[in-house]
Every structure is written in C-alpha cells, then in structure tokens.
C-alpha cells in the first residue's frame, strides 16, 4: 500500500511562516494528485490547496496568496509554503494523495496529520 507521512508543523506567531512537507513510499505505480487540508478543533476537515502531476494548482480563497503548494515528483513529496499565518489557520493539516498501485488498482490515502499553531 502508500503510506505518507508529514512534517514541518509547529507553534508559529501571527505573521509568520511554516512549511509542510509530505512524502509518499509503498506501492506507487502512479502519483497524481496531492493535496493539504486541515481541520479546526470543532470544525469539519476542510479543503486547502491540491497539485496534479503536471503541476497544476487549486487554493482555497481563505488561503490564496499566503500559500503555495508544490511537490518533487522525484522525491514523491509535496511542500506546502504558509506566510503570513493567522490565528485561524490554527489546525491540525493533514496531506492526501490518490494515484495507481503497481499491484494494481487505485489508492487514496491520508497522512496521520501535523499540528499547526499560530499563536502570539
């Protein structure tokens, strides 16, 4: 199977800047899109930026401008770069990623999630 596994979450003040990094290993034939999303204590898991493999890229509007998504198809790794952080980006991230296994099949899998906190 895939299995992916973040880092790069922390305590940060307001203004400040994280990055994510997510990478993927196991069974990968194929490596298409991938993905953050994040969920607030109290609040549904919700959308923030996506990547296809050529490169192609989707934010959400509360965070359009402060990230940017990006990945190393070499390294089957995805970054996610946040400046000027606020207060509500507080949450825990969590990185997604959908593709083909080389057993065969598809696959669509979430990391365990990393902590993010901004606070003053």
């Known amino acids: 199977q895939v299995q992916l596994v973040e880092s790069g979450g922390g305590l940060v003040h307001p203004g400040g800047s994280l990055r994510l990094s997510c990478a993927a290993s196991?069974?990968?034939?194929?490596?298409?899109?991938m993905g953050w999303y994040r969920q607030a204590p109290g609040k549904q898991r919700e959308f923030v930026a996506t990547?296809?493999?050529?490169?192609?890229?989707n934010y959400a509007d509360s965070v359009k401008g402060r990230f940017t998504i990006s990945r190393d198809n070499a390294k089957n790794t995805v970054y996610l770069q946040m400046n000027s952080l606020k207060s509500e980006d507080t949450a825990v991230y969590y990185c997604?990623?959908?593709?083909?296994?080389?057993?065969?099949?598809?696959?669509?899998?979430w990391g365990q999630g990393t902590q993010v906190t901004v606070s003053a």
């Open positions: 990547i296809t493999s050529g490169g192609s890229t």
């Open positions: 196991g069974s990968i034939f194929s490596l298409n899109g």
């Open positions: 997604n990623a959908e593709g083909r296994l080389r057993v065969g099949g598809r696959y669509d899998t």
